[in-house]
């Protein structure tokens, strides 16, 4: 024979499983770093000043601002130093067939 169960019943759950009695959770307050200390590269300094956009942008645009974030340092990082940057073209390199 079991015992029975003298644990209390559980509160009820919405359709998205939490509960519907009692006060809502706090939500933390969300801390956005400092601005970038400037690095002394333009490039770089021009990319992670989009950094600075994140907590205006909304959520359902981060993808296409860390995309962007991304193009921005593969820039920096394909361009020679102390030169400017190159401009993008969509030619193909000579001996490439």
Known sequence: MTEPNNL????????EGHMLDGPEPA???????????PTG?????KALGILGL?????VA???ELYSGLHDSLLEALDAEPGLPASPK???RP????
């Open 27 to 37: 939500r933390p307050e969300i801390q956005w770093p400092d601005a970038a200390i």
């Open 54 to 58: 994140v907590p205006a942008t909304p």
């Open 89 to 91: 073209s969509n030619s």
């Open 41 to 45: 590269d333009p490039l770089v300094d």
């Open 8 to 15: 209390p019943d559980p509160e009820p759950e919405n359709h």
């Open 61 to 63: 645009d981060h993808g």
């Open 94 to 97: 000579e001996g490439d067939s």
